[in-house]
């Protein structure tokens, strides 16, 4: 795909949102718009998740769930990137759920239902899934011992993004397995991801370059 002149949706969390970014312009989107001429409308609201919470949040922002914001979103898109899934790990509390699910509450429904609504919404444009990048906590698990109830790392819900993406043959950027930032690496944290999490400058400068090239492919 071509980029110039493509209107492109992001609809992210507080990495799309550009948190840890020195300015606006850093942000990967930005950087992209900037790069190939693309209209990149950002969507991104930091601690937002894709399942809808049982429990209200500490901060009430984050219950605007990827899903209730697609209606939002820009209704004409030549591409749409999804770009979410570290809150449902970090501070979510749906469950995990099973693949047969077809609801909003839990994590496997809720991208079912993201996923088909986008598809509705934009039957003619590209839609393309991120995976959350690497994070100092990701192999904490979650959960009181109940199975159905998030007991996993953040790896598990990599791979069911991977999972549901597959089922509705959406492309996937795997920047869980290939973005070359883990923050684990302190060399790496340090340049990249100062704090563990969101990229600075110069790893939003990478995320921009990776993302580019994986739309070009749609």
């Known amino acids: 795909m071509e980029l110039k002149g ?8 507080s990495i ?7 300015s606006v312009e ?9 790069n190939t001429g693309a209209i990149c409308n950002n969507y991104g609201i930091g601690g937002t998740r894709i399942a809808r919470q049982s429990k209200v949040s500490v901060n009430p922002v984050w219950d605007k769930d990827f899903i ?10 030549d591409c749409v990137i999804v770009f979410g899934g570290t809150n449902d790990f970090g501070h979510g509390d749906a469950p995990l759920g099973t693949m047969d699910d077809r609801t909003v509450n839990t994590f496997y429904g809720a991208l079912h239902c993201l996923y088909i609504s986008l598809i509705e919404k934009y039957p003619t444009a590209k839609i393309g899934i991120l995976t ?6 990701e192999d904490n698990m979650k959960g009181d011992g109940d199975k159905e109830n998030n007991v996993a790392t953040l790896k598990t819900y990599v791979e069911i993004i991977r999972e549901v993406a597959e089922y509705y043959s959406l492309p996937v950027l795997d920047l869980f397995k290939n973005s070359g930032l883990q923050p684990k690496i302190p060399v ?17 400068e990478i995320l921009a370059d ?9």
Do not use: Q, W
Request: neutral net charge; proline residues 6%; contains cysteine.
């Open 16 to 22: 799309t949102a550009g948190s840890g970014a020195s």
């Open 68 to 77: 209730s914001r697609v209606e939002e979103m820009e209704p004409e898109a």
């Open 210 to 218: 990776k993302i580019t090239k994986f739309i070009e492919t749609l």
């Open 6 to 13: 493509k209107k492109i949706n992001f609809l992210g969390d």
């Open 26 to 34: 850093k942000r990967f989107t930005n950087l992209i718009a900037e």
């Open 188 to 204: 790496i944290k340090e340049m990249y991801m100062p704090d563990g999490l969101h990229p600075c400058d110069k790893g939003y």
């Open 132 to 137: 959350p990048l690497h994070r100092c906590n």
